[in-house]
């Protein structure tokens, strides 16, 4: 399965949710996740999607790492549909919780 397979059924998915998910581009800055999600509350994830056995380079992990530390929730190797599930669980919490409010 290619990543763009992965992505697009991605992308379907976590809108699916309530969640917003876009394409994420940082000119001058690389290494950034291919997703941001945008979810109710102010919610922030952040995704890397790779087709399947493939893995982050050094310079993801690194960026994936300034996030983590800076309190971002970051899903790292998206490429199955376990991992889709996954996020979208995640995405579903956080929208439920909002909710509730």
Do not use: W
């Not at 998915?13 to 102010?42: H, M, N, Q, W, Y």
């Amino acid at each position: 399965m290619l990543e763009k397979t992965i992505e697009s059924k991605f992308k379907r998915a976590v809108e699916a949710t309530g969640a917003r998910c876009l394409k994420f581009v940082s000119p001058g800055f690389t290494g950034v996740p291919d997703r941001i999600i945008l979810l109710p509350g102010g919610t922030v994830f952040f995704a890397e999607l790779k087709a399947p056995k493939k893995t982050e380079r050094k310079r993801q992990e690194y960026v994936q790492g300034i996030l983590r530390n800076m309190g971002f929730t970051v899903f790292s190797s998206v490429n199955t549909d376990e991992k889709i599930l996954e996020v979208t669980h995640r995405c579903r919490e956080v929208v439920r919780n909002v909710k509730a409010i």
